[in-house]
């Protein structure tokens, strides 16, 4: 029986425009057999929509421009494979069904978000890329809305400009990975690793990040507008430039972030810790600072009306231009001055340090000292 499939796909070789089923079969006998045919049949889109490949051994596979929409790929090896260019987007039905319109554009003007939605909503059969494994794998600009991706390891994988609208990819490993430019605005990477990857301008607009690993991830220029980040951990990355409007950042680790100029309007970051971030020129505006840990973050220049600093939970060692930081002194003193005391696990003010810093002669803190002058 093998041996007849492999003579099979032998002859299949030779044939340039094979159908649906011989393409599959081509496929499952074998990469290199596969990679073969496709070297000498340049011209030929393969189709092997809604296929059956789970668990399959696919490492190295030239699947570049392929449709693979609806296909399931549950488990599938596909370490180092060649995916550019290709369609792993959902397979939509025949039959449109107005009454289950779907949102397709967003704006936001004035700070008020609108929706429009696309009355020829089809019912979707996603793509299935659970647990497949797509270690440094080319998928760039590949089509892959609203596919599923849970628990995939995408490590080293090169996704720029790939689409990734309203993916499933909870869990999901894309440390180092590469999403620079791509679209994933409402793509669900709850609890993913993402250390040290690249989403330089990429638009994650309405994205969910609750309790996903962010550490080192470049984001410059990203478009978060909305995006959940509840309790993700953004320690240093870089968010210079960023568009957090309406961002949920509530309880995040954005310990020695980069946030140079980024768009912080009426985000919510409740709870977050903004330690040692760089805040220069960054734009506070109504955003919701309430219990934030602000210790040593760098806010000069930054825009900071209707911005509640009473609310914060420390303001020790952050730098503000003279005008703010002489408002707070006046205002809220006891912010200056408040410090986390690592034997008791809590926030405490320093009453030396508090009188210091309501004489007439403390302008600031002293770059050598941890007290003010």
């Known amino acids: 029986m093998t041996g007849n499939k492999s003579i099979r796909a032998i002859l299949l070789l030779l044939v340039i425009n094979i159908g649906y089923s011989q393409q599959v079969d081509l496929l499952q006998s074998g990469v290199e057999n596969w990679n073969k045919w496709r070297k000498e049949n340049t011209t030929v889109i393969p189709n092997l929509d809604s296929s059956r490949l789970a668990g399959a051994y696919l490492e190295g596979v030239n699947l570049q421009k392929a449709s693979l929409r609806g296909a399931h790929l549950d488990s599938a090896d596909l370490r180092g494979a060649n995916l550019a260019g290709a369609n792993l987007s959902c397979l939509s039905s025949s039959s449109p069904d107005p009454a289950k319109a779907m949102p397709h554009k967003y704006e936001v003007k004035r700070g008020v978000v609108i929706i429009y939605y696309d009355s020829s909503y089809r019912p979707l059969q996603p793509t299935h890329l659970i647990g497949a494994y797509l270690e440094s794998a080319n998928l760039a600009g590949a089509d892959l809305m609203q596919a599923d991706l849970r628990g995939a390891d995408l490590r080293g994988a090169n996704l720029h400009s790939a689409n990734l609208d309203s993916a499933s990819i909870w869990g999901a490993n894309l440390q180092g990975a590469e999403l620079d430019s791509a679209n994933l605005a409402r793509a669900n990477f709850r609890e993913a690793d993402l250390r040290g990857a690249v ?108 911005a509640d600093l009473s609310k914060v939970k420390s303001l020790y060692k952050a730098k503000f231009d003279r005008g703010i930081l002489s408002e707070i002194r006046t205002k809220w003193p006891e912010k200056l001055a408040t410090l986390l005391d690592i034997r008791l696990m809590d926030w405490v003010i320093d009453e030396s340090l508090l009188e210091q810093i309501k004489r007439p002669d403390w302008h600031g803190w002293s770059e050598d000292n941890d007290q003010g002058k």
């Open 199 to 306: 989403l330089r301008s990429a638009n994650l607009w309405g994205a969910h990040f609750a309790g996903a690993n962010l550490a080192d991830a470049d984001l410059a220029g990203a478009n978060l507008v909305g995006a959940n980040l509840r309790g993700a951990n953004l320690k240093r990355a870089n968010l210079a430039g960023a568009n957090l409007e309406f961002a949920e950042i509530d309880t995040a680790n954005l310990d020695s972030a980069r946030l140079v100029g980024a768009e912080l309007e009426r985000a919510d970051l409740v709870g977050a810790d903004l330690s040692e971030t760089n805040l220069d020129s960054a734009d506070f505006w109504s955003a919701n600072l309430e219990r934030a840990n602000l210790t040593g973050a760098n806010l000069a220049g930054a825009r900071l009306d209707g």
